[in-house]
């Protein structure tokens, strides 16, 4: 909640997730990004292997604070948390000196805002190139050669194309330039999570606008742990990809991570 809070809770867990998806595909850090969720009936975890990442529940009795502040240090890489909150940084870097006295490792922080405006300008930005690449093909497909062969059209195309990845290589440095696919596989991705009761919900606060109360996002984070639920069972069985193996967990940090909070394997604080 740290960061929808920024965000005033006008984005919705499940968007919340696409950005994030999206996000992690274009900066290369599937298998290396973990969601903690406040509420949900029971502290629970839940590995994605579509979008690469991990989703934590801090349950009825924690707060998704405490769940940060007593695991960070079970990474063995670097590690950066979302968040500006002075106190929950203070717990983060003593739960990495407890546990890393004598390691190099550390923890570095952004703030909500920054990571929310990043979200913001890599969606806005993909979904505009989208649309110019979606009016180009329109133009090539109603163009006077039957064969749909124009010259012309297909030029705007490339041109267009050629903008993005030059966006991407000025902006964003190392990352997935192949955006508009991302995009379109994030959009496909987001639909999986789809809860008629919360789309209901959300179109009773239109008619009377209010800010989201404790037991809105209560009930908001428990529908959302049942969806990712049981997308996590359909991905998981799709894909055949979770086992016990060593060297699985070393190579999949937000898997080993929701592994351990299932079986209560965590630090503790």
């Not at 546990?99 to 979904?127: G, Y």
């Not at 967990?249 to 394997?265: C, D, G, K, Q, V």
């Amino acid at each position: 909640e740290n960061v929808r809070g920024k965000a005033f809770f006008h984005l919705s867990h499940r968007e919340m997730l696409k950005r994030i998806t999206l996000w992690t595909k274009l900066y290369n850090l599937e298998t290396k990004v973990s969601i903690i969720v406040d509420h949900g009936s029971e502290q629970c975890g839940y590995y994605l292997p579509d979008g690469g990442i991990g989703i934590i529940f801090a349950g009825s009795y924690l707060k998704a604070d405490d769940i940060l502040a007593r695991d960070v240090g079970s990474f063995q890489k670097n590690v950066a948390v979302v968040t500006s909150d002075n106190g929950l940084i203070a717990r983060c870097e003593s739960t990495m000196n407890k546990v890393h006295a004598c390691n190099t490792n550390s923890v570095h922080f952004m703030k909500p805002i920054d990571f929310l405006s990043d979200l913001e300008r890599l969606t806005s930005r993909l979904e505009t190139e989208k649309a110019r690449l979606d009016k180009d093909r329109f133009r090539h497909g109603n163009g006077l050669n039957p064969n749909g062969n124009t010259g012309r059209p297909t030029r705007k195309r490339s041109r267009s194309q050629l903008l993005w990845t030059h966006l991407a290589l000025k902006e964003l440095g190392e990352v997935n330039l192949d955006g508009i696919k991302v995009l379109q596989k994030a959009v496909t991705y987001d639909r999986q999570f789809e809860d008629d009761e919360v789309l209901e919900w959300e179109e009773d606060r239109k008619k009377s606008p209010c800010r989201e109360k404790t037991t809105d996002r209560e009930f908001l984070s428990e529908r959302f742990r049942h969806q990712v639920e049981r997308v996590s069972i359909e991905q998981n069985e799709a894909a055949n990809c979770v086992s016990n193996s060593k060297a699985e967990f070393e190579n999949n940090p937000s898997l080993a991570y929701t592994m351990r909070i299932e079986t209560n394997e965590h630090l503790e604080p």
